[in-house]
């Protein structure tokens, strides 16, 4: 069975980073692609970042080069690095593997920046 756990949320202030972990069980991590998405209150879940199997990576243009996705296979993780934090960015960031037609969602982890 496909569990992810996400951990590393918090609140932090404006400007600041935070580094977000997903860990993936169900052995199905390395060939799957992994993606970070985030929903803030009211609004629909938007993709922030996802990095496939091979380790390419895309992000949406607004956190272009304030954060940075990657994957440890060997510890069945993927990360988001989260920098220069923007209260708008406030929201539950959830954790997605994708492999074919199978999706897993974890069940969330609370970003909350202030201003």
């Known amino acids: 069975q496909v569990q992810l756990v996400e951990s590393g949320g918090g609140l932090v202030q404006a400007g600041g980073s935070l580094r977000l972990s997903c860990l993936a069980s169900g052995g199905i991590f390395r060939p799957s692609t992994m993606g970070w998405y985030r929903q803030a209150p009211g609004k629909q879940r938007e993709l922030v970042a996802i990095?496939?199997?091979?380790?390419?990576?895309n992000s949406a243009d607004s956190v272009k080069g304030r954060f940075t996705i990657s994957r440890d296979n060997a510890k069945n993780t993927v990360y988001l690095q989260m920098n220069s934090l923007k209260p708008e960015e406030t929201g539950v960031y959830y954790c997605?593997?994708?492999?074919?037609?199978?999706?897993?969602w974890g069940q969330g982890t609370q970003v909350s920046v202030s201003s």
């Open positions: 997605k593997l994708s492999l074919g037609w199978r999706e897993y």
């Open positions: 990095i496939t199997s091979g380790g390419n990576t």
